[in-house]
């Protein structure tokens, strides 16, 4: 039993001509006639009566009939489904940002694929690096950009870009205007911190790292999810905060914050294109990964 025997079939039950069913198929009677004898032989049963009135379903042709439409109309529903996965046409897409990203960069992509490839409903996901690679790792989302390295055996990853992670300041704190603070002085300066797993957090460790500091030798006064919390709280003049340069930009022009210089330390970190390794990306997210690296380009 195929496809092309259920087709002539429904062709010949319906109109019940075989010479109209041959001519639907663009093939001759006698081989229409074949297939519908290969296709009783299949079921064991007879279809189609010849009669006076032309071919007419018998009671299991009948049955046979409901059942051949609805194979073929699943398979052109089919084919068509896989149409639109190949144009990524009325597709949805998820993809994960850690937070900088996820907020920064990944509405400027979504803006853009919206011009070139409208029928591609993206749902994306805000977490800390961690998470993100998580749910990657359970294919809850395609591909995933982050602020963070990964060692993980399971991901390809491919860098896109660079961030500044700044020192910053509420207008008016004692800092603004000096050349340079001291990394002795930051040690007893209230500190808002980002949560264990961010890619900022773990920028900052690193660089503290390379002078002998660890995070836990920071005063921290209060811990935060999200590069938005820690710049209100920053604002609030909680204290100092370590932030992505992209989240404070307009902060910065407006002197609502200011970029403290901490002396002889320089903390900067690459977003990564993480993907599944070994596996195949659809048309919708290999349009979405182009589209992110020609913005970062």
Same mark, same amino acid.
């Given at each position: ?13 319906? #109109? %019940? ?5 041959? +001519? /639907?198929?663009? $093939?001759?009677?006698?081989? !229409?006639? @074949?297939? &519908? ?13 010849? #009669? %006076? ?5 018998? +009671? /299991?042709?009948? $049955?046979?009939?409901?059942? !051949?439409? @609805?194979? &073929? ?225």
């Amino acid at each position: 039993m195929n496809i092309k025997q259920l087709e002539i079939f429904v062709t010949i039950a319906t #109109t %019940g001509s075989f010479s109209k069913g041959a +001519e /639907a198929a663009c $093939i001759t009677q006698s081989t !229409a006639s @074949q297939h &519908i004898a290969a296709l009783e032989d299949s079921c064991g049963v007879r279809l189609l009566d010849r #009669t %006076g009135r032309g071919a007419m379903p018998t +009671e /299991a042709g009948k $049955i046979m009939l409901v059942h !051949a439409r @609805q194979v &073929i109309k699943s398979l052109k529903e089919t084919e068509q489904a896989m149409l639109r996965f190949r144009q990524a046409d009325g597709v949805e897409l998820s993809v994960g940002g850690s937070t900088i990203p996820g907020t920064y960069l990944l509405p400027k992509v979504i803006a853009a694929l919206r011009m070139s490839d409208p029928g591609i409903r993206v749902n994306v996901e805000i977490g800390d690096s961690s998470e993100i690679l998580a749910r990657l790792g359970d294919e809850n989302i395609e591909i995933g950009i982050v602020g963070t390295a990964t060692d993980d055996k399971r991901f390809t990853s491919e860098t896109l870009g660079h961030d500044e992670i700044l020192l910053v300041a509420w207008q008016g704190h004692r800092w603004c205007g000096r050349d340079a603070v001291q990394l002795e002085e930051l040690l007893k300066e209230p500190v808002i911190m980002r949560e264990k797993g961010s890619g900022t957090s773990d920028a900052v460790a690193g660089a503290l790292r390379q002078h002998g500091v660890s995070l836990d030798d920071l005063v921290a006064c209060v811990t935060l999810p999200g590069s938005e919390a820690v710049k209100q709280a920053a604002l609030e003049q909680c204290g100092v905060a370590f932030i992505s340069e992209m989240a404070v930009r307009g902060e910065l022009k407006r002197g609502e914050l200011v970029a403290i210089n901490l002396a002889g330390v320089s903390i900067t970190r690459s977003f990564s294109l993480v993907q599944r390794k070994g596996r195949t990306l659809s048309p919708a997210a290999a349009s979405f990964a182009a589209m992110l690296r020609q913005l970062q380009s």
